[in-house]
């Protein structure tokens, strides 16, 4: 769809990180912008900056989990600027889950379900109709991960197992779209192709208490910044793609009515084609086992 100013731009979880760089691109693209986050003082700083750069900004306290929470945010939106153009449905968070899958906590797999499966769905289901019912033009961009929106990576499989229903519901959804003849166009972003220094990895910040951990940690939390310690003293190489390139990756992607946001990767396309070929040849994924699982 043609991107153009005073149209209005919806983004969850967009109090920092990938969110908030698509929402400041949006706004530089002369968009309106609604901010929603659960992090209440991220979310009022974030307004707050845009707002100083000229943006017009509206800032929402939501839950994407919560489907009152996320209908609330529609309403509010559609309030406030009479339209929605642009929904990111970007809002997610790391599950904290630990060791093999049958030791996982049931809570780390319903809080991680909770906001990156049902928020996503839950976002659609609030602003869908609408957007189709003003006869578009729209858009609505999914964030995944090529972590399980391509293939697992072992070790974080509780994550990656929202990001590839992420990729499915979004799949139907652009199928859906089509059969109704609506001008509003579907994506599923990948952002990357590195990894991104945002607050992902300190995702137990915004934890709600309904889904609490039931037993204490084996291990801390490791953050970012120990991650990246441990793998450069192992040797490997560790790069970043900056949150405004993933931004600039959506823009053009929108205007391009593009699905796939799947930033250009050698390494992507090679877990895509072993994956792909081992489905082909009646394979195991013999890709995965290559994984060192701690
Ligand atoms: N960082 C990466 O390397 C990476 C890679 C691939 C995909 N992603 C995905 O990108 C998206 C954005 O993550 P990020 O990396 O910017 O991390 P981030 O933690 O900086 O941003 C996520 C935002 O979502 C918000 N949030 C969490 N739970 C929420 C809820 N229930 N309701 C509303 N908002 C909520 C957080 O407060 C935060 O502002 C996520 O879906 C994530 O899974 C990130």
Redesign the pocket.
């Known amino acids: 769809m043609r991107l153009e100013p005073g149209q209005v731009a919806v983004v ?10 698509m929402a400041r691109r949006f706004a530089a693209e002369g968009l309106k912008v609604v901010l ?4 209440e003082g ?2 009022r700083k974030a307004a707050d900056e845009l707002a100083a750069d000229g943006a017009q900004v509206r800032a929402e306290l ?5 489907r009152d ?1 996320v209908v609330a945010l529609a309403d509010a939106a559609y309030e406030t600027f009479g339209a929605v153009h642009v929904l990111c449905n ?5 599950s904290g889950a630990e060791g093999r899958m049958w030791e996982h906590e049931p809570n780390d797999w319903k809080w991680a379900f ?3 499966v049902w ?1 996503v769905f839950h976002g659609i289901q609030a602003f869908v109709p609408r957007m189709i019912a003003a006869g578009g033009p729209g858009h609505i961009v999914n ?5 399980g ?1 391509i293939a697992p990576l072992p070790t974080a499989s509780v ?1 990656a197992v ?2 590839a229903a ?1 990729v499915t519901m979004t799949e139907s959804l652009y199928a859906h779209l089509k059969a109704e003849g609506a001008a509003v166009g579907a994506s599923v ?4 192709p590195h ?9 137990h ?2 934890r ?1 208490e309904r889904y609490a951990k039931e037993r204490p940690r084996k291990a801390p939390y490791r953050t970012l910044d120990q991650y990246e310690a441990a793998m450069r003293q192992a040797g490997h190489e560790v790069r970043f ?1 900056p ?1 405004e390139e993933v931004a600039e990756h959506v823009v053009d992607g929108i205007r391009a009515d593009r699905f796939w946001m799947l930033p250009a990767s050698e390494h992507s396309d090679r877990q895509i084609r072993a994956r792909s070929q081992s489905m082909l040849d009646r394979s195991n994924p013999g890709y995965l086992e290559s994984f060192i699982l701690d």
């Open positions: 969850t979880g967009a109090a920092g990180g990938i969110g908030l760089a929603a986050d659960v992090e991220a979310l939501v839950d994407v989990s919560d929470s970007n809002a997610g968070v790391g909770s906001v990156n928020g964030t995944s991960s090529g972590d929106g994550y929202t990001k992420v972003l990948f952002p990357g990894m991104l220094r945002t607050g992902l990895w300190e995702s910040r915004n709600p793609t949150v």
